[in-house]
């Protein structure tokens, strides 16, 4: 059975707020905190995982992830604030 995430990366400061997909959440948080993909993640510092929910389902991540990109910072940091209130570096957990 197949597996896809929907995470949100930060920056040291709590700052700025990436929101990605992927099916290997474990490689893709090692991605973004080695700056091994140039872009938006690397560009801004984006190396804490602050959170993630995992589905099987593809389509069902993609609509996740563009309903997340169009909400206001405050909903999403309600959001990380449900899950991880110290807003924590998640990836110790996922390793």
């Known amino acids: 059975m197949n597996k896809y995430y929907v995470y949100i990366m930060t920056n040291k400061y709590n700052t700025v707020l ?3 997909i992927t ?3 474990l490689r893709r948080v090692y991605e973004h905190k080695n700056k091994l993909i140039e872009g938006f993640s690397s560009k801004y510092n984006c190396s804490k995982l602050v959170w993630f929910i995992e ?3 593809i389509e ?3 609509i996740k992830e ?4 169009k909400w206001k910072r405050d ?3 309600n959001v990380i604030n449900e899950m ?3 807003w ?3 990836y110790k957990t996922i390793v």
Not at 66 to 69: P, S, Y
């Open 18 to 20: 990436y929101i990605g």
């Open 23 to 25: 099916n290997n959440l």
């Open 55 to 57: 589905t099987q389902n």
């Open 60 to 62: 069902s991540a993609i």
């Open 66 to 69: 563009k309903q997340m990109k």
């Open 75 to 77: 909903f999403k940091d």
């Open 84 to 86: 991880n209130p110290e």
């Open 88 to 90: 924590d570096d998640l």
